[in-house]
């Protein structure tokens, strides 16, 4: 599955009442770091099919939802399980240290 | 294990993307690992301006796109994972990924860079994207209209601060001397920018704020004076440390952590080079960075002719 595209109108959709976990990538087109990191959102896509959906916001085109979120800072990753953030990762990290927190999403 | 690769590159920044291009030129059967996709530090500039060849400027991702660019010409793909150890078996060197899989050659260029320092002050950590930032092309825009805090004096200090006065109201420039020690063509745009107040021989001892960034302390280093600054951001440009920690000692480092080389790029362990902002030396430049890489590669080029004589 490619990685999703949400939005502030259909943020509700398709995060907050997702059956399954969801990882949403806030990042904007100005910002290095985001450009660093999105292969490897794409390959997470791919590899947590069905488990993990994988999603990226713009936040530039879509600030309602990083201000509800607190975003400060881009790349932002927070992972989404019942409607509910449980866990973030600030800035661009390493694939292995994404899938760690995946790890901990999924197995709880 | 894979075997039969010349040269194994790790880091995509400028200097170990201009070394794959030197060794692919050189048909050295090369790969590049890289934690994330190829860029390095100048993925976060704004704008660089004393890159030769490009005399309007260019923002520090397009330079870093076009490094890319000319590297997958020369057939680039670059491994996305991260260097976790180099060990030695024999003649070989081996570099071991996150993802376990290890990449085996006679040469190893090691240019994983640098990371920005941290300030180590009460509140940094919990704050970490929470207004307290290292990167100003990524999170100034989320403090438009703001007053801010910029902690620093060289050339990044003060090139991000006036990239960061396209968007906040102010910037509190803190600094624990009493002059700058950026680029004089930098320090005369900040000194005369109207946005800009510096505030000399001051450090900060603590970030304050529950949920987000709403204040500083700040502590005059000549009189001992504290006082709280209402920021609601603040960003940290105190210097860089490498990234060394995963070769756990088996390269010569000096005493912040720099892997130490003759002038050829030559570590303590033969095969092994390091290359760019890893390398203990003066001036770090995406110039010196990418001179560097080419001398890398064309050192173990060098050196892989040698060993195939004897």
């Known amino acids: ?108 | 294990m894979e075997r039969e690769l010349d040269l194994v590159i790790v880091g995509g920044g400028p200097a170990g993307l201009t070394a794959y291009i030197y060794a692919a030129r050189a048909r050295l059967k090369t790969v590049l690992v890289e934690r994330l996709s190829p860029g390095g530090q100048v993925l976060v500039t704004d704008w660089v301006e004393n890159y030769p060849g490009f005399p309007e400027g260019i923002s520090g991702a397009e330079l870093m796109e076009k490094f890319s660019a000319h590297a997958r010409t020369l057939g680039l793909e670059p491994i996305l994972d991260e260097a976790v150890g180099l060990t030695v078996d024999g003649e070989l060197r081996l570099v071991h990924l996150a993802s376990g899989r290890i990449l085996v050659a006679p040469t190893v260029i090691v240019a994983t860079g640098a990371s920005p320092k941290k300030l180590g002050v009460p509140g940094e950590a919990e704050l970490t994207g929470k207004g307290v930032s290292y990167c100003a092309t990524c999170d100034g825009p989320f403090f438009r209209d703001e007053v801010i805090a910029v902690v620093g004096g060289g050339n990044t200090a003060v090139q991000e601060s006036l990239f960061l006065t396209r968007f906040v109201r102010k910037i509190y420039l803190i600094h624990r001397r009493d002059q700058l020690r950026a680029t004089k063509i930098l320090q005369e745009r900040a000194l005369d920018h109207p946005k800009i107040e510096f505030l000399w021989n001051t450090v900060v001892t603590e970030i304050l704020g529950q949920e987000k960034v709403e204040g500083v302390r700040i502590k005059n280093v000549k009189t001992g004076e504290e006082e709280v600054l209402q920021v609601g951001g603040i960003f940290i440009f105190i210097g860089i440390k490498p990234q060394t920690e995963w070769l756990d000692g088996v390269l010569a480092v000096d005493e912040g952590g720099f892997i130490v080389t003759d002038s050829e790029m030559r570590t303590s362990l033969p095969g092994v080079f390091a290359a760019g902002d890893v390398r203990a030396k003066a001036c770090r430049q995406i110039v010196t960075a990418a001179g560097d890489g080419a001398t890398a590669a064309y050192m173990a080029e060098h050196y892989l002719a040698e060993r195939r004589k004897t």
Not at chain 1, 102 to 108: D, F, R, T
């Open chain 1, 1 to 108: 599955m490619a990685v999703c595209q949400v939005t502030d109108q259909n943020f509700e959709q398709e995060v907050l009442q997702s059956d399954i976990p969801v990882l949403v990538d806030f990042w904007a087109a100005w910002c290095g770091p985001c450009r660093a990191i999105a292969p490897v959102i794409e390959e997470l896509a791919e590899e947590y099919q069905g488990k993990l959906k994988v999603c990226k916001l713009n936040v530039d085109e879509n600030p309602v939802t990083p201000g509800k979120y607190g975003i400060r800072a881009i790349p932002t990753l927070i992972f989404f399980k019942n409607g509910q953030p449980v866990e973030s990762i600030t800035g661009a990290v390493a694939k292995s240290t994404i899938e760690a927190v995946i790890s901990k999403v999924l197995g709880a």
